[in-house]
C-alpha cells in the first residue's frame, strides 16, 4: 500500500508517496526523503498546552515538553498535565514535571508563574 | 510633560520598536491597554516563533519573554492598562489622550508617534452568513484568549469556517483539550494556512478540511445557543452549489477569516491609505504621509511571522528616533513604489530621496501561488534589479532589500513577479 505525505520542511509542501518497499517519491529535494522517513518510522511532536495554576491573577500557564515526545503518547500526556497544579511561583524554564511517561522529555513553563 | 517618542501597543511590535529608539538614546513611552506587555505572543502558546530572530523554536509566550526581559534592561518607560483614545497633530508634535484607571484621562505630548496596536479579527458580520444569530459563533482569536489565558473551553462540538492559522492551531489545541472538532471549511480552493499547520493541527489528528466550501446556514436552538450548521461546496465564482449541503451538529462557530490592522486612532487625522493593506501608506522610513507619524507590525501590514514583526519594528524604532534628531520637516521627494504583474501589494508605497534611511526593505505578497518566478525591480523600462524566487505563495510574505543608491528620484519604482 502506498502511503502519502505532505513534506513540512520548507514552504513548497511537495505530496511524498512511499510503497511498500520503501521507494520514496514526489520529493523534490532529499530533505523530503529523511523528513518522510522520520514521519513512517517514529514521527515525534513537541506538545505545547496550559496547565491549571491555584492564582487567580493567572489561572492558567502555558506549558510545553522540552524535546519532542513519540505522537502515539501525545493524548496520555495531555491527561498527566491536565491532572497537575501549579501552586507556587515558578519561573520560566522550570520543570513542572520531569522524564514524563520515561520519555526523556520534561514538561517545563513557557511563561514565568508569578516569579 | 513631552515626550519624544510614544509607542502605541506593547505586543511583538511595540516592544521592539520601543527598545531600539531607547537604544537610539531617545525619551520613549510605551501605552499598553491590557494589563500585561506581550499582546496576542501570551495567547499564541503554541511553537514556531524566532527561528529567524533567535535561531531557537520558541512559543509565543517564550518569544515575548525575550523582548520583555531586553524591554525592562533598557529601563523604559511605559504604562500598563492604559488606552489611547485619541492622537491629534499639533505643532511640534502630537497630543496623546489616553484613558486608564489609574490615572483618568491624561493627555501627554510627543514629538513622534510609533503605531504598533496591531490587526483585529473579521467578525461574521464582515461576511454575512446567512441564518439565525445564537451564542457560540466566535471568532479563533477570541476562542483562544478564553481557552490559553483565562482557561475555559467556548464550546464542546466544534466547526471552524476559514483555513487561516489561527483556525488551523485552534482545532488542533481544542481537540487535544477534548472537543470533537468536525471539520474546517475554506472558501478558496486552497488553504490560506502555512503548510506545516495544515499537517501538525489537521491531518495528524483526522480533522477533515472542507476546500471550496463555505457556511450557508446558522441554526439557533429556543434557547438562542448555537445548534447546527450548513456547509456547502461554492463554484469557480464562489456561489453556494445546490445539492452539497452537509449538515454539522455544532454547539460552537470559529470563525478565521482574516486579521484586519486597528488603525482606528489615525481616523481624524488624514493618513493617505492602502486598501489592498487595509492600513495606511508608508516610506522607507515606516512614515506616514503626515509628518512624525510611523507604523509597523500588523497594524501597517498583517504578517505571516512574528520575528518579520519584530525585525521591522526595530528598523521603525530607528527611523522614528532619526526623525526626532533631525526634526525632518515634510517628505517632499518621494517616488512611488507600484506592485506590478503578479502582486497584491508591496510596502513601502514611496521611497522619499530626503531621508536618512538609505536601505530600503521591500516586502510583498503574490497573486497566486508560483512555482519558479523571477522578481524584476525596475525605473522608467530599465531594469535595476532581479532576483530569482522559488515557490511563492500568497500566505507567505517575500522581501528584498536594496539601497538607495540603485534608484533615480524621478520615475515610479515598479516591482514585478514574472512567471517563468
Redesign the interface.
Known sequence: MTKSFICIVCPRGCRVNVDDNMNITGNQCKRGESYVLTELTAPKRIITTTARTVFKQLPRVSVKTDVPIPKELIYDIMNIINGVVVDKPMAIGEVLISNILDTGSNVILTKSCLK | MKKEIIVIGGGASGLAAAISAKKEGRDVLLIEKEDRLGGIL?QC???GFGLQVFKE??????YA?RYINEFYKNNIEYLLDATVTDVIKIKDGFEITFSSRKTGIKKVNTNAVIMSTGCYERTRGSIIIPGDRPYGVITAGSAQRY?????YMVGKNVFILGSGDIGLIMAR?MH??GANVLGVAELMPYSNG???N???CL??FDIPLFLSHTVTQVNANKNQRLESIIIQQVDEKYNPIEGTEKNFKVDTLLLSIGLIPDITLLDNLNVEKDYKTKSVKINQSYQTNVSGLFICGNSLQVHDLVDNVSLESERAGVCASQYVLSQTTKANKNVRVVAGKNLLFVTPHYVDFSSESSKIVFQFRSKMKIEKSMLKISQDNKLVKNKRI??V?PA?MESITLNIENFDSSNDIVLDLEVL
Open positions: 501570551n502558546i503554541h511553537n523554536e520558541y512559543t509565543g509566550p517564550e519573554d481557552l490559553n489565558i483565562d482557561g489545541r487535544l483539550e502555512l503548510t506545516r495544515i499537517v501538525q491531518n495528524d522559488n515557490f505563495v507567505e
